[in-house]
């Protein structure tokens, strides 16, 4: 039996989930199992409920053929659950991440807006172990998306177990045997082709409680946030879970020329801020897709005042910048010393720097007005692909593009990254736009917070993926 510690979450709802809460992310990957699965090698998408699928040469139309291992070769959930899931998570729109990543669904616009839409029109019921998802554009991270703990099938109408009883869900590899208000004990079905024969979770508060429950050896494994890293006999690190940047307002007048811009990136030590204020809790990215050692700023990014100060005698000469503005979220130290920090990098080159804290509330209306100058801002990806970290906050009708990016050459780039399938293509062309994105100087680059679980030394096997998630079939306890 493989004992967690995780933070209980406030809802079983997988739509309703916290993408930053990595027991929530764990708990519902237990829970619930998606059409595919991120095999934790590769990083790509796998089959799990769906058993195979197939899309057409234009990018459009794809078709997910259910896998019939149920009893009496029946589908382990139905092509109706799907669409039922589906229809539910696009509903929120773009309230959250996983129903706006929906967008490119026939349908997505009218059913996100309300009204009398039931459904996604371009989600077809083919037969009981068929379905068919017909897309407005191409989207080749479509089984990428689906993978994700938000996206796990539910039973048509199974709404109304959520607040409490997942014991009736069938569309996992384990079966709740125990529930109560602190501790969830799963046991393994047929299914389930690993070593342990079950999950113990215990529910606790907060992150701490639940290192805390490794250290005394009351469980195998838990989630350890900012500020907990050694509390286990062994730490397990896995790929970045969210990113934490300087983002430019283009629409703001200070802020129009692209020389400016290149010398406040140049103007910032990116590597020394995040080590100082950070430390082990997050690593200094060269990038817009978070991965230790990976350098795709090159010159964009490199910390080089002399630069700065000549690009500003080019552009000022004797006349003195526009002062920029720093928009944080206040009440956080490190927040504050972030802003300040910044602030001061800037001084020393010679651009004015006035400090604007703001609630996370305020922050927010700020960015709606469009009065935010240089801001703080932070992105979570929705599901493991390079395109999640890109498109959303990039494209020039982006949802997320609070930059106020117009530009036709990286939304084509954005469109081909889209209709590419093959993995390596895929990379070489995500790289390409990084770079193009990167050299517009929009973003200041700072740092990535990644998954880390604190482990017994009697535990072994456990490989995170992106959104948090491991592989139980892997893992181990002596």
Partial sequence: MLRLALVRPATFDPAAQRLTSSSAMIAMDLLLDGLTS??????????????????????????????????????????????????????????????????????????????????????????????????????????????????????????????????????????????????????????????????????????????????????DLAPAGAGLVGVGEQEIV?????????????????????????????????????????????????????????????????????????????????????????????????EQALAEGLAVSLRVVGIPAELAPATVTELEDRIAAGEHQLFRFGWVSGYADEQSWLDSLFRSDGPDNVFNLVDDGIDEMLDELARTEAPPERRERAETLEREILGTYVVLPLLARQHVMAASADVDGVILRSDGTFDVELVAVD
């Fill in 38 to 219: 991120i095999d934790v090698d590769s990083g790509r998408a796998v089959p799990e409920l769906a058993a195979s699928w197939q899309v057409s040469d234009d990018g459009l139309r794809w078709r997910f053929d259910l896998d019939r291992a149920g009893d009496d070769g029946r589908p382990l959930v139905t092509a109706a659950d799907v669409k039922w899931t589906l229809d539910r998570i696009a509903a929120v729109g773009d309230q959250s991440i996983s129903g706006s990543s929906l967008a490119s669904v026939v349908g997505y616009d009218e059913l996100a807006a309300g009204g009398e839409t039931v459904g996604l029109a371009g989600v077809e019921v083919v037969r009981p172990d068929r379905l068919v998802i017909r897309l407005s554009e191409p989207f080749a991270a479509l089984p990428a998306l689906l993978a994700h703990p938000t996206f796990g099938i539910l039973p048509e109408g199974g709404e109304e177990a959520l607040p409490e009883a997942p014991g009736a869900w069938s569309s996992s590899r384990f079966v709740v045997d125990e529930m109560t208000d602190d501790r969830l004990v799963l046991d393994a079905t047929d299914r389930f082709e690993g070593v342990v024969d079950g999950v113990e979770i215990r529910w606790v508060d907060d992150e701490a409680e639940a290192a805390a429950l490794v250290t005394d050896g009351a469980v």
């Fill in 238 to 334: 896995g790929p970045a879970a969210s990113t934490v940047f300087f983002g430019m307002n283009l629409a703001d007048g200070a802020l129009a020329d692209p020389a400016l811009r290149r010398a406040i990136v140049q103007a910032v030590n990116r590597e020394g801020l995040s080590a100082d204020l950070f430390g082990d809790a997050a690593i200094a990215v060269a990038g817009l897709i978070p991965e230790p050692g990976r350098d795709v700023c090159g010159d964009n990014c490199t910390f080089d005042p002399d630069v700065s100060t000549q690009l500003l005698e080019f552009v000022f000469g004797d006349e003195e910048p526009p002062t920029i503005r720093i928009d944080f979220v206040e009440g956080d130290d490190r």
